[in-house]
Structure formats: structure tokens, C-alpha cells
């Protein structure tokens, strides 16, 4: 409760300020709370910010970044459940396909395209 009071509002927030544009988001937004999520070490606050990413940004965000995102997976702490995160991402994508003017064969390919990469990634680093 505590931390979506302190992390999630300020990220919706943060995806509604105006100028927020998609290289913005690119280059400053995601790199610094991807870093910050990362170095917080703490499994729940992982799970909690990677999840509240998903749901405060625009999926035109996610799709212009989602290689950035799945990278990170790999960097998270190895008790975070990734593939809940994963499918969170690949559902949300899905839901916005027809907003995003994509048809299932150009979204689908290329969340599989990313998300092999990071299974395959996840299986080393858990090895």
C-alpha cells in the first residue's frame, strides 16, 4: 500500500505530463526508472515497478521500448517472477493492438522476437 502510494501515483503522474513525448520516454523516462527499479534490490518493489510501468505508460511507449524492458528482466533480482511481468507486457500489448493499428502478425512476432530472447537469457542466468 505504502509503495504504490509512493511509486505508483508519482508514475501515473508522470505518464500524463504534457510534452512527454515518445523519445523522451526512450532516452530519459524509462532508462532512469529501469536503472532505479533495478538497483532497488528488493523483490517485491521489482515486481511492483516493472508491473506499474505496464500499466502507467502508453502502449505505444512499450512498443517503441519493449526491447529495453525485456532486457531488464535479466538484471532484476533472480526471485522476481519475471514471466508474470512478461505475459503483463505481452497482454497489455495485445489489448492495444487495434489502437496501435497492429494486426496479431505484427505484434505477436515481435514480443516472441524479444521475449525468446529474454527466456533464453533468464535459463542462462539461472544456471
Do not use: W
Not at 24 to 48: F, G
Not at 56 to 77: G, P
Not at 82 to 96: A, E, G, K, P
Request: hydrophobic share 45%; with cysteine; glycine share 2%.
Amino acid at each position: 500500500s505504502n509503495l504504490k502510494e509512493l511509486v505508483g501515483a508519482p508514475l501515473n503522474n508522470l505518464s500524463h505530463i504534457s510534452g512527454l513525448d515518445l523519445d523522451l520516454y526512450r532516452q530519459v523516462v524509462l532508462p532512469r526508472i529501469l536503472e532505479q527499479t533495478v538497483n532497488c534490490k528488493d523483490v517485491m518493489a521489482q515486481e511492483y515497478l516493472m508491473e506499474a510501468i505496464i500499466k502507467a505508460f502508453a502502449a505505444d511507449f512499450h512498443l517503441s521500448s519493449l526491447q529495453m524492458f525485456l532486457e531488464t528482466l535479466v538484471h532484476l533480482q533472480q526471485e522476481v517472477n519475471s514471466s508474470q511481468i512478461l505475459m503483463s507486457m505481452m497482454h497489455r500489448l495485445s489489448t492495444s493492438a487495434d489502437a496501435l493499428k497492429l494486426s496479431e502478425s505484427d505484434s505477436f512476432p515481435l514480443i516472441h522476437h524479444y521475449s525468446s530472447d529474454v527466456v533464453r537469457l533468464l535459463l542462462q542466468t539461472s544456471m
